[in-house]
């Protein structure tokens, strides 16, 4: 079956550096579009940034410049970078292959 297992959140201090990572099995990895989303305590999931399978990238106004969303085909891993962190970026963060949802992965910038 399908699973995506996300790692890689934590505590950090504003202005810092997080790399997130979604390690996928279950489906063809390289032509399936991946995305990840957050959700902030009290808020609605919403969308963050997408990898699609033709090298495309899409991001949340709110990350653009500071995110990098990247996968590597050949160890099916989805990847997001997150440069100059700042409070309201704590959220938890989920993998989403555009069916399933990995378990997520907590966030935490302090200030």
């Known amino acids: 079956q399908v699973q995506l297992v996300e790692s890689g959140g934590g505590l950090v201090q504003a202005g810092g550096s997080l790399r997130l990572a979604c390690a996928a099995s279950?489906?063809?990895?390289?032509?399936?579009?991946m995305a990840w989303y957050r959700q902030a305590p009290g808020k609605a999931r919403e969308f963050v940034a997408i990898?699609?399978?033709?090298?495309?990238?899409l991001y949340l106004n709110a990350v653009k410049g500071r995110f990098t969303v990247s996968r590597d085909n050949d160890t099916n891993t989805l990847y997001l970078q997150m440069n100059n962190l700042k409070p309201e970026d704590t959220a938890i963060y989920y993998c989403?292959?555009?069916?399933?949802w990995g378990q997520g992965t907590q966030v935490t910038v302090s200030s």
């Open positions: 279950g489906r063809s990895f390289s032509d399936t579009n």
């Open positions: 989403n292959d555009m069916e399933f």
């Open positions: 990898s699609g399978y033709l090298d495309t990238t």
